[in-house]
């Protein structure tokens, strides 16, 4: 069963101009015990979804229809009391930017045990527990540093504290966006590893944004592609980044430049800006830039099996599709 | 020929500044750094932060003060210039900004933007809506953006206004810091697209801080990695990707994760944090956290060594090229 699953999620802002449509008819999973990576670019509503799924949405956010259904039950039906008992137990989160997750003026160790409030352990068990969630996330000498202040800590380490913040409560569900973007790549990469290392020894499922579709391949067992508000891809990684269904994605691949092993001085681009999301297209949300678009796309397409497990958005894919 | 830029031993040191009770002190923030860069070429440095590849940048700039080393645009000495003399060079060596939006005054229309050098450089008698209109084009932006607002643009749009101030005055040298952080990757191509176009274009030399090694790859000639303020590799571009020297070239080069979950990884992994350049390691810098480690590593201060047609700083590269090594 799907630790996560998401059904015809659609969210809008009310903004002057009108409402802009951040989701529309978001479908995806995080299945038991796996990695699921969101990759997409910059207003592809990754941050909308994550803030829809624990429901701390911005005062003009509306959710107009769907589900967001965590081990089975709703969470949109869900009071905000019932919520907040969620957070941090259930579902939690580690967020992109490690300077400012901590209270600076608190030593880790405290903020450690503070947010153990809800457990009836003993204030020594509790920075029993801190030290061991410390030197889970590979942090050394963890009992001395527990005393330390987060300014005392790199960029790197600092993340690693709110890792080792967020599995406290062994929660089922893992929430991390964009959690290396900030760090330099030798040590992105030894966060990676130790999350997946994590993944393994607590047994939680993750929901890994990422815009570095490296990071994702690394990392995830399956990827789900967004572009301005919708899901155009979703799949195994190995399907995904081996035999990208939708243009879009083909194009991602072709233009990250680790692809590109060949010197060139003309890398390619995704010419086009995406489509305003107040006034949107009635076709499909990538024609404008499609280089493979035809008289199909004035129509939005739904999703169809590429392959078993792996769907795209395209109308190539429905007219490939056996009936 | 000599080269139009050549940085030689140059330091860049900064006072400390303690609480009342402690005492002041100074941080090298980057320590003996020589380069040179070729007219109409591109050299890119790359480092992780707090290498020292911006302060070097901005002390080329005369931003910062170069406390020791030399300095030398065609021949000129830049360290120690008079700001009223260091203004009129300002033509011909310009940088370009990491924060494409936060360096565009919000209040000032693009045209303003794009033609205050002019008028900083007193050639405002100019037409400055021709000027405007010919920089757009020039960068690939529609002529109505001269009327718009910062905010009014996007980010990538931001960058190509930034290049365009930039190039206004038909510089020599340009110096871009970061010029695609923070951008997508289906735009990231169009930047340096364009900056490879313009240099092709105006024989421009660029010098570009980056820490993105994908960068480097497709648009620099030569490329320099830093660490803890120093140059420990520098080479031909391709060479450098192709047989690095030093083991932090290396591990830098095996970070990069590859978009393919089947991508064979060579991954060198480096235990632990830069060290804080206040308690800078004995012996070779990069020793608490090479892989490669030997005995004298801890001692012994590498020296700049030639190899190929680069040079490095590293005693044992023969240890790890090794394709045995390597392949471990």
Not at chain 2, 84 to 106: N, T
């Amino acid at each position: 069963m799907a630790v996560l699953d998401i059904r015809d999620l659609s969210v809008s802002y009310a903004t002057p101009r009108g409402a802009l449509k951040a989701l529309r008819d978001v479908t995806m999973k995080v299945p038991e015990g796996k990695i699921t990576g969101i990759v997409g670019e910059s207003g592809c509503g990754k941050s909308t979804l994550i803030s829809a799924i624990i429901r701390l949405m911005a005062p003009n956010a509306k959710v107009g229809s769907g589900e967001v259904r965590f081990k089975g039950e709703d969470l949109l039906s869900r009071s905000e009391a019932e919520m907040r008992a969620l957070r941090g137990t259930e579902i939690s989160m580690v967020f992109q930017d490690p300077m400012q997750t901590h209270n600076p003026v608190l030593t880790v160790g405290r903020q450690m045990i503070d947010i153990q409030y809800r457990d009836k352990l003993s204030k020594a068990d509790k920075r029993k527990r801190a030290t061991e969630m410390l030197a889970l996330v590979g942090i050394p000498d963890p009992q001395a540093r527990l005393n330390q202040y987060p300014f005392e800590f790199s960029g790197g380490m600092r993340q690693r504290i709110a890792i080792a913040m967020a599995l406290m409560a062994k929660p089922s569900l893992l929430i991390a966006d964009e959690p290396t973007t900030a760090l330099d790549a030798t040590l992105e990469v030894q966060i990676i590893k130790r999350l997946r290392e994590l993944q393994d020894e607590i047994g939680c499922s993750i929901l890994f944004i990422s815009h570095h579709l490296g990071v994702i391949a690394e990392l995830c067992d399956e990827v789900v592609v967004m572009y301005a508000g919708e899901v155009v891809e979703s799949g195994t990684v190995r399907d995904v980044f081996h035999n990208p269904a939708h243009p879009y994605t083909r194009a991602l691949l072709e233009c990250d430049p680790g692809h590109i092993k060949v010197r060139t001085r003309n890398l390619p681009t995704i010419p086009g800006n995406i489509p305003d999301l107040v006034s949107l297209p009635t076709g499909c949300i990538f024609a404008d830039r499609c280089d493979v678009r035809y008289d199909a796309c004035g129509a939005r397409p739904v999703m169809a099996t590429a392959s078993s497990g792996h769907q795209a958005a395209c109308h190539l894919i429905a007219e490939k599709e056996p009936a | 020929m000599s080269a139009l830029l050549q940085i030689r031993d140059v330091f860049v040191r900064f006072r400390l500044r303690g609480g009342i009770f402690s005492s002041v002190g100074t941080i090298d923030a980057v320590t003996g750094v020589s380069l040179d860069i070729e007219e109409g070429k591109t050299y890119g440095i790359v480092g992780e932060s707090g290498s020292g590849k911006t302060t070097l940048a901005r002390a080329v700039a005369g931003l910062h003060h170069a406390s020791e080393g030399s300095i030398l645009y065609r021949g000129q000495e830049l360290r120690d210039l008079p700001e009223a003399e260091f203004r009129e060079l300002r033509r011909e060596i310009v940088m370009m900004f990491q924060d494409p939006i936060g360096s565009l005054s919000p209040r000032l229309t693009i045209k303003s933007l794009i033609t205050e050098p002019f008028r900083i450089q007193g050639m405002g008698d100019r037409d400055l809506d021709t000027e405007a209109k010919r920089l757009l084009t020039m960068v690939g932006l529609p002529a109505e953006f001269a009327a718009r607002y910062p905010y009014q643009i996007s980010g990538g749009q931001a960058r190509r206004v930034g290049v365009a101030r930039a190039l206004a005055l038909d510089p020599k040298l340009l110096i871009a810091d970061e010029p695609t952080a923070g951008l997508d990757v289906s735009i990231q191509g169009e930047m340096l697209n364009l900056l490879a176009r313009l240099q092709d274009e105006m024989g421009l030399a660029i010098m570009i801080i980056t820490h993105n090694l994908n960068v480097v790859r497709h648009i620099t000639d030569t490329v320099g990695i830093m660490y803890m303020g120093k140059l420990v590799e520098e080479g031909p571009t391709e060479e450098v990707f192709a047989r690095p020297q030093h083991p932090y070239t290396l591990a830098l080069l095996a970070a990069n994760p590859e978009p393919d979950p089947d991508a064979q990884l060579m991954r060198v992994e480096l235990s632990g944090e830069p060290p804080s350049i206040l308690r800078r390691p004995k012996g070779c810098e990069f020793h608490t956290r090479c892989p490669f480690v030997q005995p004298r590593c801890s001692t012994d201060v590498p020296v700049w060594t030639a190899a190929g047609e680069g040079a490095h700083r590293c005693h044992f590269p023969e240890i790890w090229t090794r394709e045995e090594a390597v392949a471990s």
